[in-house]
Structure formats: structure tokens, C-alpha cells
């Protein structure tokens, strides 16, 4: 018996070198392998002979100066962008004890982007003298946020990724903002904000290679420590272990570590979710060499993307590695979910709760539609009356039955079907957003979060950049067939797991990402920062004529009853699908058409007035706190306050810094961000009472 354990222990340490050799060993020849050819590629394309003279002998001729001033600094910096977010991927999984942890997905790379943008427009001395203290702040910031709104110690995958998405949006909100009033100062961090390794000589090289690797020495040589973090926190503190100590020293070298990295090459996301999970398959679980494996295989994804990104040219010119990332992470990001997480079940039971803190106050339904109502229509002729020429009230309802002055009908020729459209665009995202929420029984979730959103922006982007000959009609078309896709692709995917909720929710992040960097890519390389193009993206209804009205009250006029009249069925979804299929409900079905109207709802609004976040998320909550759950009262309530909010979105737009307009998307943003924390906050509140 004795021999038997001891031939056992000998072909584990012999496996155990093996998968050592083949990580580190491996790793390192693909590494240097793809950083050859990553010195042969670009503009102009240099043999691989002539990189290796230039290494080893320099000369003064221009393929040696573009070797060594251009395409090392970028080759290099990327080995050290790549190395620092897999480490701090890496440790983030390991303190949070979640597998979808990484700077990204907890919003480290939006809070650090959001600051060093605000130190570009409002601190340039700090911002160009210690970049990485803001983007250090910023970063601090963002982490404790998406940790301690999705639960903290308790936080499941799932909500840990919506927390972080929500802070990331939140943060992005604002970003665009800054990018909207202070375009000029900000016009060169479009591409910076794609993530780029494009340098110019060997400045950001020589600012980050310190920092990363005197952080990355500390988190090796305290390795052992995160590896009783493994183990269960009464067992590891019984054991002398200082857990909280060891979790807080763990955030802030992760934190430093992503924050470097964006300061320099801006916020590159997966990296850090991809390259742990691929070591850690390996077998390699120890700290001390999962850190510095993580560090290696991160270099190499970026490396790679980087390549690749270089080698795949289109006439829009290079990617932005970031968005190259994306395109490989996302991919990563479903297989992890589809096979690796066990803890998601078919049956979906006791997933979420359509509760998200605070008793509903219990307004009587009849009188509050009729306010709302009143409200909406006394709102939309406030709208039609203010403006560069603003039109009395009573001249106003003149003009509109015909008996008025001419001059005002053509006035109200144009902002009328504008202020139509954005009520119908509002009432279509809220009541998508109930559906949606309804469908994965998730008040997190709206279209923005299953891909409908970016899938619809980059469809539309596709006409607006590579097609742009093709008549206006196509833009809405491509609006619609891309948000569409995206919803499918998600449906697709999720139907093997049940439509799973938690299931659906992750697979629409990550569809979410590869449309995100589509747009991102299409935005740097076609110069569309300072066009309609970019507005639009950010949710507008200028310029919304006739046509677009028609458009989008056809979607209202023959999805809105298809939504009402399954509304009963959609009540019995909160209950779980273990009981829902007890009261003979046919779940799986129930939900897809949930999901099918809803996604139609939102693609019809975003083709309408562009991709406008939060209001699909603001409205169903909401008017969940005045009537509590009840689909066909939160149907049209939600509604008509979508509608509202979006009126009073294109009014202020048009009125408070007139001549120049504010998106409405942007102003719904910015209401709704600091709404949805809160709300988030209050939910964390009840969760620790409960």
C-alpha cells in the first residue's frame, strides 16, 4: 500500500513538472515567438532577418529607427500591459472568490479611464505629471463600489458582473459626457480609449515596467498568503491567517496594477478573466506560480491581439487592441459560463428576486394612470411650445387644431414628430425593460445587458461607416436586424441551460462586449467623435421627423398588446420555474416571448432615437415602488413614465444650453446613473437586515 501512495505521489509531481514545463516553457517560446512577429508587421512589413540585425546590431537606417523607436516601445509595453491585468485578474479572483473577478468586469478599467479623462479636461498639470494617481483614485473607487453593491463577501457571480457592469456604465455616463462638452480637449483619448499599445518612443515603457514589476514581485512573494484565501475563512484564520489584511492587501496591488496599465494604454478588458482561467486549468493553483503563469499567458493574449489586430486590416484602418480583446475574450467569457459553471443550474430556481429594496408605497392604479397621463400630454405641449421661438400655450393649441398662425405650424411641423418620437421611444425601452426584467427575473437587467443594446448601435454604425451611400431608411433596418442578432445569438446559446436567467444575464454581457468594441473600433478608426454619428450613439432625438414616428408607433401599436395580453403569464415567472411549472406554466416558451417582445421593443426605440441607457432599468423600478409586481399595471405605468422621462430629456436638451443641444440619451444618463446606485445601495441595505 505504501509503494502504491508513493508511485501515486511520484506521477502527480511528475505531472505537476509537465504542466509546469508546458506553461512556463511553452509560454514563453509562443511569446517570443508572436513578439518577432509582431516587429515584422504594420505599415510596412519588415523581414524577420532584418528585425533580428536590428536587434543584435543596430544601425542608423529607418527600418533599424522604426524597429527600435516604434515597434519595440509598443511590443513591450504590451508584454507589460498584458503580464499586470492577468495578475490583477488573477488576484481579484482569488479575494473575491468569484470566477468572473477581473478589472473590467469589477469597473476598475472604467473608474480608472473616467479619471484620467476628468484629469485631461480639469487637472492637466496632475494629469500629465502622475497620471497614475488619478487613475489609481478612480480605480479604488470603481472596485469598492461593484464589490460592495453586489454583496461583498457574499456577492454570487452573477451579481458581482451586473455589479460591476452597473458601475461601469454609471462611470461611462459620465465619461461621455465629458466627451460630449469638452470634445476638443478629449478628441485624442477616442483612441486611447479603446485601449491602443501605439507609442512613440519609450516613454510609457520606462513609466510602467517599475511599477509592474515591484508589484508584481509582492504579490509572488505573497502568494502563500492568498492561498489560504482558498480555503474556507474560519479554517484559514484558525491557521493565524490575517484574511482581511490579506484581502485588502491583494485589492490594492490589483487595483495598482490595472490602474498603471490604463494611465498608459488605456482600459483593455478580458485579459484578466481569460489568461487565470487558462493557467488554472493547467492544474497550477499555488499562488507563487500562478501569479507570474498568469502574468506570462496575459502577455501573450495581449501580444497576439496586438498581431493580430495589425495583421487583419480593413479600410477603416487598424483596431484598437482592446477592441481586438474583446472580440477574443467574449468567446472565452460564454464557454466559461456554458461549461464551467456548475453552480448555474437548468431549472434556474431561486435565481433572483424582482424585489430591489424598500416596500412599494401602494398608489391606487386608476388615479395614477390618470396623472401620469395628464402629466405626459401637459409635458409634450411644454415641449412643443419652448424652443429658439417659443409659442404661447393658447397660440399653441390653436396651431395644432388648425386655427393658428401659419408661422407656428411649421414650427410645430418640426417639433412635433420629434417630441412624438420621444415619448414613443420612452414608453417602448420602459416597457422593454419590464419584460426583460420580467423574463430573467432580474431587476438588473435591461436590453442594454443582453446585448440588444450594442448589437442595435453596431448595426447601425455598420450603415452609417461602411455603407454610407445607402438611403436613410436602412439605418433603422440595420438597427433593428443588429439588435435582433445579438438577442438571438444570446437566446441561442442560453436555450441548452433552460433559458437560465443568471445564464442569460452573463452570455448578454459578453455579446455585449463584442458589440461594444465594434462600435468602439468603428468610432476611432472613421473619426466619428465629433459627428451625428457619435450622438446618436449617446441617444438623440434630434432631427426625428415623420418617418421615425411611424416607425416606432407601429412597433407600440403591435407589440404592446402582444405584452399585455401575456402579461398574466409573465406574473407567474417571478415565482421560479420550479413552481411556475407546478402551476402548469409552460416556463421556457413564456419566457422566450417575454424576451421576444421586449428585445423587439428595444430595437424599434434604439433604431428610433439611438442606444439610450438607464431608462428601461429607472422606469419598471420605479413603478414597482408604487404598485408592487403586477406586469400589466407595470406595462402601462412604466410606459408612461418612459415616456415622461424622455420628453422631459429632449426638452432640457433642446433648452438648457440652447443653441447647443444635450443627447437625451446623455441626460438620461446622467439622471439615471446616480438613481440606479442608490437603488443598489438600498437593495445591499435590506440584503444585511434580512
Same mark, same amino acid.
Given at each position: 500500500?505504501?509503494?502504491?501512495?508513493?508511485?501515486? /505521489?511520484?506521477?502527480?509531481?511528475?505531472?505537476?513538472?509537465?504542466?509546469?514545463?508546458?506553461?512556463?516553457?511553452?509560454?514563453?517560446?509562443?511569446?517570443?515567438?508572436?513578439?518577432?512577429?509582431?516587429?515584422?508587421?504594420?505599415?510596412?512589413?519588415?523581414?524577420?532577418?532584418?528585425?533580428?540585425?536590428?536587434?543584435?546590431?543596430?544601425?542608423?537606417?529607418?527600418?533599424?529607427?522604426?524597429?527600435?523607436?516604434?515597434?519595440?516601445?509598443?511590443?513591450?509595453?504590451?508584454?507589460?500591459?498584458?503580464?499586470?491585468?492577468?495578475?490583477?485578474?488573477?488576484?481579484?479572483?482569488?479575494?473575491?472568490?468569484?470566477?468572473?473577478?477581473?478589472?473590467?468586469?469589477?469597473?476598475?478599467?472604467?473608474?480608472?479611464?473616467?479619471?484620467?479623462?476628468?484629469?485631461?479636461?480639469?487637472?492637466?498639470?496632475?494629469?500629465?505629471?502622475?497620471?497614475?494617481?488619478?487613475?489609481?483614485?478612480?480605480? @479604488?473607487?470603481?472596485?469598492?463600489?461593484?464589490?460592495?453593491?453586489?454583496?461583498?463577501?457574499?456577492?454570487?457571480?452573477?451579481?458581482? $458582473?451586473?455589479?460591476?457592469?452597473?458601475?461601469?456604465?454609471?462611470?461611462?455616463?459620465?465619461?461621455?459626457?465629458?466627451?460630449?462638452? /469638452?470634445?476638443?480637449?478629449?478628441?485624442?483619448?477616442?483612441?486611447?480609449?479603446?485601449?491602443?499599445?501605439?507609442?512613440?518612443?519609450?516613454?510609457?515603457?520606462?513609466?510602467?515596467?517599475?511599477?509592474?514589476?515591484?508589484?508584481?514581485?509582492?504579490?509572488?512573494?505573497?502568494?502563500?498568503?492568498?492561498?489560504?484565501?482558498?480555503?474556507?475563512?474560519?479554517?484559514?484564520?484558525?491557521?493565524?491567517?490575517?484574511?482581511?489584511?490579506?484581502?485588502?492587501?491583494?485589492?490594492?496591488?490589483?487595483?495598482?496594477?490595472?490602474?498603471?496599465?490604463?494611465?498608459?494604454?488605456?482600459?483593455?478588458?478580458?485579459?484578466?478573466?481569460?489568461?487565470?482561467?487558462?493557467?488554472?486549468?493547467?492544474?497550477?493553483?499555488?499562488?507563487?506560480?500562478?501569479?507570474?503563469?498568469?502574468?506570462?499567458?496575459?502577455?501573450?493574449?495581449?501580444?497576439?491581439?496586438?498581431?493580430?489586430?495589425?495583421?487583419?486590416?480593413?479600410?477603416?484602418?487598424?483596431?484598437?487592441?482592446?477592441?481586438?480583446?474583446?472580440?477574443?475574450?467574449?468567446?472565452?467569457?460564454?464557454?466559461?459560463?456554458?461549461?464551467?459553471?456548475?453552480?448555474?443550474?437548468?431549472?434556474?430556481?431561486?435565481?433572483?428576486?424582482?424585489?430591489?429594496?424598500?416596500?412599494?408605497?401602494?398608489?391606487?392604479?386608476?388615479?395614477?394612470?390618470?396623472?401620469?397621463?395628464?402629466?405626459?400630454?401637459?409635458?409634450?405641449?411644454?415641449?412643443?411650445?419652448?424652443?429658439?421661438? /417659443?409659442?404661447?400655450?393658447?397660440?399653441?393649441?390653436?396651431?395644432?387644431?388648425?386655427?393658428?398662425?401659419?408661422?407656428?405650424?411649421?414650427?410645430?411641423?418640426?417639433?412635433?414628430?420629434?417630441?412624438?418620437?420621444?415619448?414613443?421611444?420612452?414608453?417602448?425601452?420602459?416597457?422593454?425593460?419590464?419584460?426583460?426584467?420580467?423574463?430573467?427575473?432580474?431587476?438588473?437587467?435591461?436590453?442594454?445587458?443582453?446585448?440588444?443594446?450594442?448589437?442595435?448601435?453596431?448595426?447601425?454604425?455598420?450603415?452609417?461607416?461602411?455603407?454610407?451611400?445607402?438611403?436613410?431608411?436602412?439605418?433603422?433596418?440595420?438597427?433593428?436586424?443588429?439588435?435582433?442578432?445579438?438577442?438571438?445569438?444570446?437566446?441561442?446559446?442560453?436555450?441548452?441551460?433552460?433559458?437560465?436567467?443568471?445564464?442569460?444575464?452573463?452570455?448578454?454581457?459578453?455579446?455585449?462586449?463584442?458589440?461594444?468594441?465594434?462600435?468602439?473600433?468603428?468610432?476611432?478608426?472613421?473619426?466619428?467623435?465629433?459627428?451625428?454619428?457619435?450622438?446618436?450613439?449617446?441617444?438623440?432625438?434630434?432631427?426625428?421627423?415623420?418617418?421615425?414616428?411611424?416607425?416606432?408607433?407601429?412597433?407600440?401599436?403591435?407589440?404592446?398588446?402582444?405584452?399585455?395580453?401575456?402579461?398574466?403569464? @409573465?406574473?407567474?415567472?417571478?415565482?421560479?420555474?420550479?413552481?411556475?411549472?407546478?402551476?402548469?406554466?409552460?416556463?421556457?416558451?413564456?419566457?422566450?416571448?417575454?424576451?421576444?417582445?421586449?428585445?423587439?421593443?428595444?430595437?424599434?426605440?434604439?433604431?428610433?432615437?439611438?442606444?439610450?441607457?438607464?431608462?428601461?432599468?429607472? $422606469?419598471?423600478?420605479?413603478?414597482?415602488?408604487?404598485?408592487?409586481?403586477?406586469?400589466?399595471?407595470?406595462?402601462?405605468?412604466?410606459?408612461?413614465?418612459?415616456?415622461?422621462?424622455?420628453?422631459?430629456?429632449?426638452?432640457?436638451?433642446?433648452?438648457?444650453?440652447?443653441? /447647443?443641444?444635450?443627447?437625451?440619451?446623455?441626460?438620461?444618463?446622467?439622471?439615471?446613473?446616480?438613481?440606479?446606485?442608490?437603488?443598489?445601495?438600498?437593495?445591499?441595505?435590506?440584503?444585511?437586515?434580512?
Amino acid at each position: 500500500m505504501s509503494e502504491l501512495m508513493k508511485n501515486h /505521489k511520484n506521477e502527480a509531481s511528475l505531472g505537476m513538472i509537465w504542466r509546469i514545463t508546458v506553461i512556463f516553457g511553452g509560454g514563453l517560446a509562443a511569446l517570443f515567438v508572436l513578439s518577432v512577429l509582431s516587429l515584422c508587421f504594420g505599415e510596412a512589413k519588415i523581414p524577420a532577418s532584418v528585425v533580428f540585425d536590428g536587434l543584435l546590431h543596430r544601425k542608423d537606417l529607418l527600418e533599424h529607427n522604426l524597429l527600435w523607436d516604434i515597434r519595440m516601445p509598443r511590443t513591450v509595453i504590451g508584454i507589460i500591459a498584458g503580464g499586470a491585468l492577468a495578475a490583477a485578474g488573477a488576484l481579484l479572483q482569488t479575494i473575491t472568490k468569484n470566477p468572473l473577478a477581473a478589472s473590467d468586469t469589477l469597473g476598475i478599467n472604467a473608474g480608472a479611464y473616467f479619471m484620467v479623462v476628468c484629469g485631461m479636461v480639469y487637472f492637466p498639470t496632475l494629469q500629465q505629471e502622475a497620471p497614475f494617481v488619478l487613475a489609481a483614485a478612480g480605480g @479604488f473607487f470603481a472596485a469598492l463600489a461593484a464589490y460592495f453593491l453586489g454583496g461583498g463577501r457574499t456577492a454570487t457571480p452573477v451579481r458581482l $458582473a451586473l455589479s460591476g457592469m452597473i458601475v461601469s456604465m454609471v462611470l461611462g455616463a459620465f465619461t461621455s459626457a465629458i466627451h460630449i462638452f /469638452k470634445s476638443t480637449e478629449t478628441q485624442s483619448l477616442f483612441l486611447w480609449g479603446g485601449g491602443t499599445l501605439i507609442q512613440l518612443d519609450w516613454s510609457g515603457v520606462r513609466y510602467a515596467w517599475p511599477f509592474v514589476a515591484v508589484l508584481l514581485l509582492l504579490a509572488i512573494f505573497g502568494g502563500r498568503k492568498f492561498d489560504a484565501l482558498e480555503l474556507d475563512e474560519s479554517t484559514a484564520r484558525s491557521l493565524g491567517q490575517r484574511v482581511g489584511l490579506t484581502r485588502g492587501s491583494g485589492l490594492v496591488l490589483s487595483v495598482f496594477l490595472a490602474a498603471i496599465v490604463v494611465s498608459v494604454v488605456g482600459p483593455i478588458g478580458f485579459v484578466g478573466l481569460v489568461a487565470p482561467h487558462l493557467v488554472r486549468l493547467s492544474g497550477i493553483r499555488k499562488h507563487r506560480l500562478l501569479i507570474p503563469a498568469s502574468a506570462l499567458w496575459g502577455a501573450l493574449l495581449i501580444t497576439a491581439a496586438d498581431l493580430l489586430a495589425r495583421m487583419v486590416r480593413s479600410n477603416l484602418g487598424e483596431m484598437p487592441v482592446g477592441a481586438v480583446m474583446a472580440i477574443i475574450g467574449a468567446p472565452w467569457l460564454i464557454w466559461l459560463v456554458l461549461t464551467k459553471m456548475k453552480n448555474i443550474s437548468g431549472t434556474g430556481s431561486g435565481q433572483a428576486s424582482m424585489s430591489i429594496g424598500g416596500a412599494p408605497l401602494r398608489l391606487r392604479f386608476a388615479p395614477t394612470v390618470i396623472t401620469m397621463s395628464i402629466l405626459l400630454v401637459a409635458l409634450i405641449l411644454v415641449s412643443l411650445s419652448l424652443g429658439g421661438t /417659443k409659442i404661447p400655450i393658447i397660440d399653441l393649441l390653436r396651431s395644432i387644431v388648425g386655427a393658428g398662425d401659419d408661422s407656428y405650424s411649421v414650427l410645430l411641423n418640426l417639433r412635433l414628430p420629434r417630441t412624438l418620437v420621444a415619448a414613443g421611444g420612452g414608453i417602448a425601452l420602459a416597457i422593454s425593460g419590464v419584460l426583460i426584467q420580467s423574463a430573467v427575473r432580474n431587476p438588473l437587467a435591461d436590453a442594454s445587458i443582453i446585448g440588444v443594446t450594442s448589437g442595435a448601435g453596431f448595426g447601425a454604425l455598420l450603415v452609417l461607416v461602411v455603407w454610407p451611400t445607402l438611403p436613410i431608411f436602412a439605418l433603422p433596418i440595420a438597427a433593428i436586424g443588429g439588435g435582433v442578432i445579438a438577442a438571438a445569438f444570446v437566446f441561442f446559446l442560453a436555450w441548452r441551460k433552460s433559458l437560465n436567467p443568471s445564464v442569460l444575464i452573463l452570455l448578454g454581457i459578453a455579446v455585449s462586449a463584442i458589440g461594444s468594441a465594434g462600435i468602439q473600433a468603428m468610432i476611432v478608426k472613421a473619426s466619428l467623435w465629433s459627428s451625428t454619428a457619435f450622438v446618436w450613439l449617446t441617444g438623440t432625438t434630434y432631427g426625428r421627423g415623420w418617418n421615425q414616428f411611424n416607425s416606432i408607433y407601429m412597433f407600440l401599436l403591435i407589440l404592446v398588446p402582444i405584452a399585455y395580453y401575456l402579461s398574466r403569464r @409573465f406574473d407567474l415567472l417571478a415565482f421560479g420555474d420550479d413552481s411556475s411549472t407546478g402551476l402548469g406554466l409552460p416556463v421556457k416558451g413564456t419566457r422566450l416571448w417575454a424576451m421576444i417582445v421586449g428585445v423587439l421593443l428595444a430595437a424599434g426605440a434604439v433604431a428610433s432615437v439611438g442606444t439610450i441607457g438607464f431608462l428601461g432599468l429607472m $422606469a419598471p423600478h420605479a413603478v414597482r415602488m408604487m404598485v408592487g409586481h403586477h406586469t400589466r399595471r407595470s406595462i402601462i405605468l412604466s410606459g408612461l413614465l418612459g415616456g415622461l422621462l424622455l420628453v422631459l430629456a429632449d426638452t432640457l436638451g433642446r433648452t438648457v444650453m440652447a443653441p /447647443k443641444e444635450i443627447p437625451s440619451g446623455l441626460i438620461i444618463m446622467l439622471i439615471g446613473a446616480p438613481y440606479f446606485l442608490f437603488l443598489m445601495y438600498r437593495s445591499l441595505v435590506k440584503k444585511r437586515i434580512e
